[in-house]
């Protein structure tokens, strides 16, 4: 079974533009959340998606948004880039209930903005 | 809302020795899991181990076993016989049932396994 793939692995971007980023879940799994990681603030929670509609979001501004598609895969799209936006972003897969709650991960994408 | 602590930034262990990560955390939730994944350098992240709160007894998988104390809110990590292939940075996770996909993340601590 093929894991969790991101696209792309490395993005440099300047500053004000937007960028998206891409997410296939492993099949199956319905669930694609969304995490930035950074050396100081750690892994913070971005957003849930299950079934092609937003469960869950965290404190991030509304530059940060997803979607998911009908066949589970998800985009993240940061628009009016900042310097402070650098960061790994991760995207996770899970079943997302009581037969399967953890979550399977992606490589990531290294997001730098000058 | 709930919070994961992590109090140990960095820690190192000789080869073969055994090593305990510590790990708190607060929530008003009955009904939750528990998990701890690894990072290794290749930024990777994979399960380790997961426990539910529900049932007492701690989860094992080969080298690694939890010591998970409810009443405390505490869940730590023993890795027994450490490999250098442990070396990697150690997140503690909070996922309640009600907000499956959303987990809760400590700071982490980076594991340094010494030959």
Known sequence: ?114 | AQTVTQSQPEMSVQEAETVTLSCTYDTSESNYYLFWYKQPPSRQMILVIRQEAYKQQNATENRFSVNFQKAAKSFSLKISDSQLGDTAMYFCAFMTYTNAGKSTFGDGTTLTVKP
């Open chain 1, 1 to 114: 079974k093929a894991g969790v793939t991101q696209t792309p692995r490395y993005l440099i971007k300047t500053r004000g533009q937007q960028v998206t980023l891409s997410c296939s879940p492993i099949s199956g799994h319905r669930s694609v959340s969304w995490y930035q990681q950074t050396p100081g603030q750690g892994l913070q929670f971005l957003f849930e998606y299950f079934s092609e509609t937003q469960r869950n979001k965290g404190n991030f501004p509304g530059r940060f948004s997803g979607r998911q598609f009908s066949n589970s895969r998800s985009e993240m799209n940061v628009s009016t880039l900042e310097l402070g936006d650098s960061a790994l972003y991760l995207c996770a897969s899970s079943l997302a209930g009581r037969q399967g709650a953890e979550l399977f991960f992606g490589s990531g994408t290294q997001l730098s903005v000058l």
